[in-house]
């Protein structure tokens, strides 16, 4: 079994870190909440909706960001965003979705590049754009900063907590324990698919955290 | 949107490449259809020319004896071949298309044909029939057998699953790109067809167009199927491969050592042997019998006198007719064995659908076996009228300048057979529904899953 027991909300504006081995149970988590997987019992609701009944519905206040961006590679940045936020049903205008790369941190030169030429940040910045084209209340991250550089990784953690400022609920699976720490509101630790500890993150240092979560796994 | 997702399927490596060496083999195939049909053309101007030069030099030489002249005079039955017989030569390339007969017995006549390349013969045409039957799906699976498993493979579909409220559609999206860029190519190649064979835009085109419409779409609804099986890409290629290699090659190689087997023709040889033996015994057979056995078919002519030199015109010719009559069960036996075999084999087709479209596209073009069985009937007709035509003549020593000559011009077979049109769509339609169907029900319950 994945997961056991498992209890855990996040608010709007809230930042929920999750944290824990590899297996412990963090992407089937966020594979829940996206519809990928049906619980064998109890229940994932998103804006108090039934995910496995309601797949359709859910879906549209989710973004998504898995640890490895895969998009279009014969399309450029700026045509991969352009495409997935109409998957979504958004025109956006050039300038629009120029802004939105830049927002995410994609250098403009990088914009009319095709993605084969990407290196994994700048995939991971382009799923960025994506998520944020989307204007999501919920966003699902799985490990978003693996391949981000520490600068790229620091403005991300920015433009997290400018989201959770406009009222969106975040759920992020990471091993980056300060990075939690930061950013958080709240530290969820995982281990062999049950939630743990649920500590509030501004109660913590990151030493404390770090202390913590390696008495727990 | 759509545009970005042509986009991203034109750009993939090897597609162009694809797609512009399934357009030269497509002008490479109107241009050899093209050919074909010149070299019909020509030939039937050559015959006729032939047959006019032959009979004012035979009857400058023979005007005293119609029994000699007519041993020597080819009178000539062309089968026409439709413009569009240049996109499916069908037996075309193989059967003859004109029969040259004198009045003497059909059934040695019956199979003179053409000079042709046995090289060409083994490896058969490159028409347009085999572009579409055999190179486009082949295009068409290396375009669609990794739809939606290569980017489950990736992990783009999950991108895909949570950006996207209806994930059919955007499923319906990736086919409809790649099948109407495959339509968009066949559109182009008949466009280019009707003006280089001067095709007429009739009733036979539109069937011939539909026919092959609906052939491409066949082949996208069993990629729409396999797709949708949730399989991994290269299971996916091997099992689309294994399809076309079993529906293109193995089944009609099997449903031909079928037919052959189930309808053997022994007949073939016995026609021959019959036909020689039982006009070859005759030199030595009382000549009062043969002529008996002739009036038996024809008893108009019992007041012709009994021969009483040692070679009489009359006695000659009943033995050539007496020759066919004598092989005339065994042939009629052929022909019925060769008809059951286009029967059966049109038969086990129809669940066999590329089998079926090549069969179809040659009933259409008038290139098939069925019109070739009818032109050799047709020839029997023609022959039998001319034979009764002239027995009139030279039994009543009608000399060679009271015939009008000139009216023995070549004579045309047009196939006025039906075709079906409608019914001959069916069981494409039926597996073409059943495969997308399938795919359907499948779609609907993987296509959200990562």
Redesign the interface.
């Given at each position: 079994m994945a997961l056991d027991a498992l209890n855990l909300t996040v608010a709007p504006g809230e930042i929920f870190c999750l944290l824990g081995q590899n297996g412990a149970g963090k992407t089937t988590t966020i594979?829940l909440f996206?519809?990928?997987l049906q619980p064998t019992s109890g229940q994932a609701l998103i804006n108090g909706l039934n995910v496995a009944e309601h797949?359709?519905e859910t879906?549209?206040f989710?973004?998504?960001l898995?640890e490895?961006?895969?998009?279009?590679a014969?399309?450029t940045g700026l045509?991969n965003l352009?495409?997935?936020?109409?998957?979504?049903?958004f025109t956006l205008s050039r300038d629009e979705l120029r802004s939105l790369l830049s927002r995410a941190g994609l250098q403009a030169e990088a914009h009319t590049r095709?993605l084969a030429s990407y290196s994994k940040g700048m995939r991971q910045k382009v799923?960025i754009a994506?998520a944020l084209a989307?204007q999501a209340k919920v966003l699902l991250l799985d490990e978003p900063t693996s391949g981000l550089d520490p600068k790229a990784s620091n403005e991300f953690s920015d433009l997290l907590t400018q989201l959770s400022a406009d009222g969106t609920a975040i759920l992020m699976a990471t091993h980056d324990i300060f990075r939690s720490k930061e950013v958080g509101t709240h530290i969820g630790i995982m281990r062999a698919g049950h939630l743990v500890e649920t500590l509030p993150a501004a109660d913590l240092t990151a030493n404390e955290l770090e202390a913590i979560y390696l008495q727990t796994v | 949107m759509i545009h970005l997702a042509f986009k991203n399927f034109i750009r993939a490596r090897g597609i162009r490449a694809g797609l512009i060496l399934l357009l030269t083999a497509g002008v490479v195939s109107l241009l050899i259809g093209r050919q074909f049909l010149n070299r019909q053309t020509q030939a039937v101007s050559d015959v006729r020319a032939a047959q006019q030069t032959d009979f004012t030099r035979n009857i400058a030489i023979h005007q005293d004896e119609l029994g000699l002249l007519l041993y020597y005079l080819k009178f000539s039955l062309v089968n026409t071949s439709l413009p569009i017989s240049g996109l499916s030569m069908g037996q075309r390339d193989i059967n003859p298309s004109i029969q040259s007969v004198t009045i003497r017995a059909l059934e040695s006549q019956r199979y003179d044909a053409d000079l042709t390349n046995p090289a060409n013969l083994l490896l058969g045409n490159l028409d347009f029939s085999f572009v579409l039957i055999y190179l486009f799906p082949l295009l068409l699976i290396a375009c669609c057998y990794n739809l939606v498993s290569d980017e489950r493979e990736s992990g783009t579909w999950k991108i895909v699953v949570v950006q996207s409220p209806n994930i059919l559609s955007a499923i319906y999206r990736l086919y409809a790109i790649r099948v109407g860029t495959l339509l968009a190519l066949l559109a182009l190649l008949f466009l280019l067809a009707i003006p280089l064979l001067r095709l007429p835009p009739n009733n036979t085109l539109a069937a011939f167009v539909g026919l092959s419409v609906l052939y491409v779409l066949f082949w996208a609804t069993v990629c729409f199927w396999i797709t949708s099986l949730r399989k991994s890409s290269s299971v996916n290629a091997l099992l689309l491969v294994s399809i076309w290699l079993g529906l293109l090659v193995l089944l009609p190689t099997l449903v031909n050592t079928y037919v052959i087997a189930r309808y053997p023709t022994p007949e073939a040889l016995e026609t021959t042997l019959a036909a020689r033996k039982g006009y070859h015994e005759k030199w030595d057979t009382n000549k009062r019998q043969t002529m008996q056995a002739f009036f038996g078919h024809y008893p108009q002519f019992q007041s012709i006198p009994a021969p009483k030199l040692a070679f009489d015109w009359p006695w000659y010719y009943a033995m050539q007719q007496v020759g066919d009559d004598e092989a005339s069960r065994a042939a009629s036996a052929l022909r019925q064995k060769v008809g059951q075999r286009e029967t059966v084999s049109r038969q086990l087709a129809q669940f066999i659908p590329p089998l079926h479209a090549q069969l179809q596209l040659n009933e259409l073009a008038r290139s098939g076996l069925g019109n070739q069985l009818r032109f050799q009937e047709a020839t029997g007709r023609f022959h039998e009228k001319l034979r009764l035509h002239f027995y009139q003549r030279m039994f009543t020593d009608t000399p060679v300048k009271a015939e009008n000559w000139n009216r023995f011009d070549v004579q045309t077979f047009r196939d006025e057979a039906p075709v079906s049109g409608l019914a001959g769509l069916l069981p494409l339609l039926v597996f073409t529904g059943l495969f997308a169907g399938l795919g359907w029900l499948n779609f609907r319950k993987t296509a959200e899953m990562a």
């Open positions: 594979n996206l519809g990928f797949p359709q879906k549209q989710l973004a998504y898995p490895t961006v895969m998009l279009y014969n399309l045509e352009d495409f997935f936020a109409s998957l979504a049903g095709r799923g994506i989307k | -």
